[in-house]
């Protein structure tokens, strides 16, 4: 069974930074994108980066030159660091992946989410 595991979530002063990273396990024979979207109280959820395996990465206007994704070394993990967080970052923080699985089928898939809560 493939899983998104994210981690990394928590109570943060504005101004302050967080990193947040997400696993993808299982029965996966390659890795399309990876990214993360979000999804504060009584809005939709967002697109917030995305990093397609050898492609172009994409951040929301919202966040960009404050967030940064990256990849790990095994392309089965995705990182968002966190800088100069606003108050409006506030949020539920979902990990995405589409990915390639056993025996040959593209999935998108979703981390369980974790809560990101900028405030003083």
């Known amino acids: 069974q493939v899983q998104l595991v994210e981690s990394g979530g928590g109570l943060v002063q504005p101004g302050g930074s967080l990193r947040l990273s997400c696993v993808a396990s299982g029965s996966i024979l390659s890795i399309n994108t990876m990214g993360w979207y979000r999804q504060a109280p009584g809005k939709q959820r967002e697109l917030v980066a995305t990093?397609?395996?050898?492609?172009?990465?994409t951040y929301a206007d919202s966040v960009k030159g404050r967030f940064t994704i990256s990849r790990g070394n095994a392309q089965n993990t995705v990182y968002l660091q966190m800088n100069s967080l606003k108050p409006e970052d506030t949020a539920i923080y979902y990990c995405?992946?589409?990915?390639?699985?056993?025996?040959?089928?593209?999935?998108?898939?979703w981390g369980q989410g974790t809560q990101v809560t900028v405030s003083s």
């Open positions: 995405n992946a589409i990915l390639r699985e056993w025996p040959n089928r593209d999935f998108v898939r």
């Open positions: 990093m397609p395996t050898g492609g172009i990465t």
